[in-house]
């Protein structure tokens, strides 16, 4: 610094004394609200969901549509509760708590709708890569074959899986139209807004403007819809290629959280590991940095430390074993 | 700044605050998470600025984009100085308690009007007056850049010419308020932490401090040499007079990363000895005597790394390097058992207890409390320490605790690699949303938005040249000449030219940049070259 030095410039040699710990100001810690679940007394801060009471009271609650990260849209309605004095079920994820409120999470009219909710969606879509809500069902006794079954079905959505790039996969067949993925595509998270519903009634789906391919649309592959998709219809290319050849084994997956590789931000990533080869990468919702989401290069951009010829996908057993060798 | 090298603030602080500039930053390609927290800031109120020659992506997201001509960012800076005092708006109190140096800077800046800049740097004086308005006028206000001001010949006077803007408006040292430099790689900031610079030991300790150093000798049982020791751009220099003669370069790729390429090939392909420590061979190593294959750090090593906002996080390691390829702990362990010292066998976390051992800013964080807080960010003194969420709170301390932060008086000066006749264009390089740096990384996975490296020029030049969309186009500098594709970018105006060095084997984007450096920093002016392009009359091969 000596061309333009300050002459009252401290000596850079001279550590800088420790100075107080800077005064973070606190979040306002919101007055309580008590309420009863299942006739247990909770309290949650003002401006709690009916969910966070249900989590208090340590009651499982079923959610498809609401995730930590996103703003509910409450368009699922297997969250329903019952709330003393409402003439309908409300929806759990997004009705805020109010002193005195009681709510019922176990009544008979309770489980009815959240069965018949799951029935409905699992009639019309396939459920088959959607662990949780298949376990909501088992819980629920849902029986989707009782809207028919073989040629006498019931209309679904079934339709071709969509596969235009080499990252992800949209299968919309899988697809109960949480809107997750539009939010997180739009302002929850990436603001880019490259898809949004289109139709109405039975024939909406989540679509790109005019049902381009994503190759032509808005889409900057930062996968953020992939992590918050709850079914499947939304998958990593290398995921769908493992399920394919019947590779992709959850239960023999390790997860290491680490940080990313490229720009200093740094994101954590978790790995997802099997045999020893990464699969796949997420981010915890909890993290501060990233509440989940990543950019193009977080979420795809590990192949360098293992794509030794280049391009090979990890589902490929045989190119597998030979880089291994 | 003020003595440590670290940006002033939090993420969090960004989605709080009520003014946010970004200043020669595209954060929305570059820092994409980082954007979400800017983009919250936008939608919790805060107004936004972005100084960047581009229309960048980010620059679409700003209430007001301030389009500057590349290389003046002094001008802008002293301009927005000089309003925010015509206008009264200087925090006058914090002025006088906390900083030093003012009447110099004020005298440096009174050059600088609203006319001037408008003149220099091609920003409306209208939306200078309201940059320096709102700036001072903010409750709270982040000033945020990248690379646009770093790249530099005089980099560091771009920063200090920064700072004098938030010393001016009392805009650091609280909570809100801060200076935020974003780095542009996932430890480049741990890395100078550590002392991986000329000057420093770890945790910024002074190389030429005698105590501090003798701290270090006493832990290490060895002398230090007590002078600071070469630059990147004085290694450099240092080749060509023949006073360098080896060198071991560890995770970097200088042959295809730095300005005027084909100097810096002749000069490392003339060393005596050159090891090089990568996961690739890449351009470096293939000319290296030894490489030697390392793991990736993030992936396949045990340690820490250091974020923008100082935070220090575990790395984890989820799989094993390939066979043949090592730890770089490993290989460095290796060497000094070789050389005789008896290292043993490498403990990442005992290495990070000798660290904390030494350096009082990293003394708190056990990597028990890092894994239980995820992260702390530095200062953090001892284990009852949070960590500082923002830096310099001793500035609004009654009294004052330490120096006060200093005014600079930094001269303006333009770009080295000057436009003429014969170069009228300026080219600026910088980033694009899926690719880095020299594509090492990057190029190996499948991504949909990678296309051919083009020249991107302003649609109204490209019509001046009579080129099309994706012709290959002659481009030179007064250092070397390469070919590539055409693109037309509305975001450029005419006569800015943008490449990347992402594709170094496709188009050799470094053989044009200028390696003028900065003498303080040693980084080069990558940001300002000045080209000429030419269509290629005869095609070439038989296409």
């Given at each position: ?325 | ?18 003014v946010?500039l970004?200043w ?25 600025f972005v100084v960047?020659p ?9 209430d007001r984009w301030l389009g500057i001509d590349?290389g003046t960012d002094i001008t802008l800076a002293h301009a927005v100085g000089r309003e925010i005092l015509a206008a009264g708006l200087e ?14 800077y004020r005298e440096c800046v009174q050059p600088f009007t609203l006319e001037y800049a408008e003149r220099e740097t091609g920003v409306p004086a209208e939306a200078v007056r309201e940059l320096a308005h709102d700036y001072a006028r ?23 010419a920064l700072?004098n803007l938030?010393?001016l408006t ?240 930094v001269?303006d000066?333009r ?129």
């Open positions: 610094m000596e061309t333009n030095a300050n002459p009252d410039a401290p000596d850079l040699k001279i550590p800088v004394p420790r100075g107080p710990v800077p005064d973070v100001p606190r979040r306002e810690r919101a007055a309580a609200v008590e309420m009863t679940v299942d006739g247990r007394a909770v309290a949650v801060p003002a401006g709690a969901t009916l969910l966070d009471a249900c989590r208090q009271a340590g009651v499982e609650t079923p959610t498809l549509c609401y995730l930590e990260n996103l703003t509910p849209v409450n368009v699922c309605r297997v969250c329903v509760v019952e709330l003393e004095g409402s003439r309908t079920l409300v929806p759990a994820c997004s009705r805020k708590a109010e002193a005195g409120m009681s709510v019922r999470t176990d009544s008979e009219r309770v489980r009815l709708s959240r069965r018949m909710v799951l029935e409905f969606l699992a009639s019309a879509t396939d459920v088959s890569t959607a662990p949780e809500l298949r376990g909501y069902m088992t819980e629920y006794g849902a029986a989707p074959d009782r809207y028919g079954n073989g040629s006498e079905r019931a209309a679904t959505v079934a339709q071709p899986v969509k596969i235009d790039n080499d990252l992800y996969i949209r299968d919309y067949s899988k697809c109960i139209l949480c809107y997750k993925c539009v939010e997180a595509c739009g302002e929850d998270a990436q603001n880019t807004f490259a898809i949004a519903v289109a139709g109405r009634g039975f024939d909406a789906e989540i679509s790109t403007e005019y049902d381009v391919p994503l190759t032509e649309s808005a889409c900057v592959y930062c996968g953020n819809c992939i992590g918050v998709c709850p079914t499947g219809a939304l998958m990593s290319k290398t995921e769908r290629d493992m399920r394919e050849a019947g590779s992709w084994d959850e239960a023999r997956q390790e997860r290491t959280d680490t940080i990313c590789p490229y720009c200093g931000v740094g994101c954590t990533l978790t790995v997802h590991t099997q045999e020893k080869r990464i699969v796949k990468v997420s981010s915890p919702l909890d993290q501060e940095v990233t509440r989940g989401h990543l950019c193009i290069k977080g979420r795809f951009g590990w192949q360098f430390v293992q794509n030794i010829d280049g391009g090979q996908s990890p589902g490929d057993e045989r190119a597998a074993s030979e880089n291994d060798a | 700044m003020f003595g440590v090298g670290g940006g002033t603030s939090s993420y969090r602080e960004i989605e709080e605050t009520d946010i970004l020669g930053s595209n954060a929305r390609e570059t820092h994409p998470i980082f954007f979400h927290h800017v983009l919250q800031g936008a939608r919790n109120g805060a107004r936004m960047d581009r229309r960048t992506s980010s620059a679409q997201w700003a590349v925090n006058r109190e914090f002025i006088e308690r906390a900083t030093s140096g003012f009447e110099t903010a409750g709270r206000a982040q000033l945020c850049w990248t690379l646009g001001i770093t790249e530099h010949h005089n980099a560091v006077d771009n920063v200090l700072i938030a010393l009392g805009h650091v040292g609280r909570w809100g308020s801060g200076l935020c430099p974003i780095r542009g790689q996932n430890n480049v900031q741990g890395s100078g932490d550590m002392g991986a610079l000329p000057d420093r030991l770890p945790g910024f300790q002074h190389v030429e401090n005698d105590a501090l150093r003798a701290k270090f000798e006493r832990a290490w049982g060895c002398a230090i040499p007590p002078k600071r020791g070469w630059r990147l751009n004085e290694m450099f220099d240092a080749m060509e007079r023949g006073d360098l003669t080896a060198a071991y370069v560890l995770g970097e790729n200088p042959v295809s990363s730095e300005a005027d390429k084909n100097r810096i090939l002749g000069l490392m392909q003339g060393l005596e000895c050159l090891v090089v420590q990568d996961l690739f061979l890449t351009q470096t190593a293939e000319i290296a005597d030894v490489v030697l294959p390392a793991g990736a750090g993030w992936s396949e090593s045990e340690g820490t790394v250091t974020s923008s906002e100082r935070k220090v996080q575990r790395m984890r390691r989820a799989t094993a390097p390939p066979e043949g390829a090592k730890d770089d702990l490993e290989i460095l362990f290796a060497i000094a058992n070789a050389l005789g010292a008896a290292w043993g066998r490498p403990d990442p976390e005992a290495l990070w207890n000798e660290l904390r051992s030494l350096s009082p800013m990293h003394g708190g964080m056990s990597y028990e409390r890092l894994e239980r807080l995820g992260g702390i960010r530095w200062p953090c003194y001892d284990e009852s320490h949070p960590g500082e969420q923002f830096l310099h709170s001793r500035l609004w301390a009654d009294p004052l605790i330490g120096p006060r932060a200093p005014f600079s008086a001269e000066s770009a080295v690699d000057k436009l003429n006749a014969e170069y009228p264009i300026r080219l600026t390089t910088g980033r694009r949303l899926d690719s880095y740096n020299t594509g090492v990384q990057s190029a190996l996975f499948p991504s949909p938005l990678r296309r051919e490296e083009t020249l991107d020029l302003s649609p109204e030049d490209g019509e001046r040249l009579a080129l099309q969309e994706y012709e290959r186009v002659m481009v030179r500098s007064r250092r070397g000449a390469v070919t590539a594709p055409v693109r037309f970018d509305p975001g450029l105006r005419p006569g800015l030219a943008f490449m990347t060095p992402h594709f170094p084997d496709q188009v050799d984007t470094n053989k044009l940049t200028i390696d003028a450096v900065d003498p303080k920093s040693g980084t080069a002016e990558f940001k300002a070259t000045a080209i000429r392009v030419d269509k290629i009359e005869a095609p070439l091969g038989g296409d």
